[in-house]
C-alpha cells in the first residue's frame, strides 16, 4: 500500500521497532566589523590583542552540525567508533492533515548507509530536527540496549504523533544523530495542515450533498446490502455485509486478478462531507491490512491530484466518519457488473491502538 509522500531533503541524516537485514524492503566565523571613532592618544602600555569573534551557532543542516545529548552523557571513548556516519530514508509516514485533537502513529525507516554500527552505547538516535517538534514532546527516539544496527541494515521507528489542538501549518522533521557529536544523513520531512471545524453531526449529513472526489459517483446504484459488521483493532480493518460473495467479481488486472467491491471511507472537513472509494475488496474478502485508524487517509488517500482535501486526512478520536461498501472497482475506475452498494452507516472515529467494533452505528441511511 503506498504511503504519503515526504520530502527526504538529502542533508548530512533522524526509537524503536525491529531491525531489518539489508535488502529488505560547521559554520564560518561571523565577521563583525568593529565600530570606529577618533580618540586622543594615551600613554598607556600596549593592550593585549583580543580574542578573535566566537563561531556562530552551527546550522542545523550542515554535514558536521554537533548533536547536544539530552538525557545521556558523550557515548565513553572505548565506545566511539569516528568511521562515517551516514544513513538513508528508506519509507516515512508521516501525517499530511491533522483534525484538532487527532493523534497518529508515524513510522519512518532509516537504512545505515555508513561505515560504523549503530548502537545506544554510542549515542545513536533517531532526532526531531532542532530538538523540537510540534507534535510531539519525546524528541529523541533511541535504540535499545541489547540492539545494533549494522551496516546496510534498516531499523524502523514508530512513535506518536498529536496535533497540538490549534488549526495552522507545522513542521515535523527526522534525522539520524549521534548524540554529544553530530547529525547526519537525510531528514524525513513532512509539512502537516491541522483543521479545527467545527464536528460533523448526523443532522449535517446528506448523501445528496456528499462532494465525491477520484472516484465515480454512485450515489444513484440500488441499495441492497447492509453492512452488518465494521471494527478495527492493530493491524487490521474489517468489514462485512449482507452481499458478501454475491456480488459477480470484475477483472482488474491481465493477469486474471479480481476484485468483488470497494470500500468506501467519508469524511467531514470544513463543513462539508467529501467521499471517495478507499480500499479494494477481493472475492468474499472481509479483512485489509491497516496499521491503526489514523492510518487510512495517510495509507488510501495519498495522491492530491485525485484525492484533494481527503488526502491524508486523519480525523480527531470521536468525530463522525462514513463507510460504504459498492459492487466492482470503483475506486478510480468505473468497472461494475452489477450497479449496487450498501447503505451508508457513520461511526465515531476510533483511536488508534485499542480494539473497537461496530454495531451500534451513530446512523444508517
Known sequence: MKRAAVSLLLLAACSPGEVLSPGDDAAAPVDRAAPSFDAPALDAPPLPDAPPPPDAP???AAADD????RDLPPPPPDAVDLGNDDAQVVEAWLPMTLGCTARVT???DVRNTGT???????GYALGAVGDSDPLTTDTRLRLRDDESVAPGAVRRFEFPLASPGRAGMFTTDWRMVREGLRWFGATASQEVRVRCDPPATVESFRLSSVTILGS?????FAVTSH??????RPGTFHIDHERRGMWPPVQIDPDGTTQEATVWVFFFIEGQWYATGGERLRPNQTDKALINPSSIGPDWLYDRGRWGVMTGYVPSPGDLVGFMVVAGSTRSDNNVAV????AVVLVPFPRDGVETSFPPFAWQE
Open 106 to 108: 508515524a513510522m519512518i
Open 116 to 122: 560504523t554500527t549503530w548502537t545506544a552505547r554510542g
Open 227 to 232: 453492512i452488518t459488521s465494521l471494527s478495527f
Open 66 to 69: 554537533v548533536a547536544p545529548p
Open 58 to 60: 552551527p546550522d542545523r
Open 339 to 342: 450497479r449496487e452498494r450498501s
Open 216 to 220: 465515480p459517483d454512485v450515489r444513484s
